[in-house]
């Protein structure tokens, strides 16, 4: 089951990481001093302290940009293979596995919040996670011989 929960867990990661590249941003916007031009003949002092000029830090946060993209890209197409794989499962608990799965894994929700949206204790809600669990280790075996199967 530990594979079937790092499978899960991929979309939040990839969340993380690209949150982790816009605070990076964040920092660098930080440190883009643009001074105003003067036309009027006065001159305007410039740092000369090597890496600190104004066209690598501009193109740290170009490079960065990029980095987010590329990351929104691989935190979408982690979302979408989440929700189908939650999707497939197969959930004869009304629906509450399903639930359980996308609160914890989507969301990122806590056992005590997830316990509260489905008025269930935390206990019990820990216990249809497992079950949950056994139901996307399923469908990732099935997928796993489907795949088997169409290489022969």
Known sequence: MTGTREFLRKYLRAKKE??????????LKDTLDLQGVSYDGVKVQTSKEKGSGI???IASKVNLDQQIIDMRNVELNCLESVQELINEINDDHEGNLKLVLSEKYIKGGSWRTIAERINFSKSWTERLHQKALKEAEKVLEKRKKIVKNSIK
Request: without cysteine.
């Open 18 to 27: 690209r949150m982790v590249l816009e605070n990076h941003i964040l920092a």
């Open 55 to 57: 066209e690598e830090k």
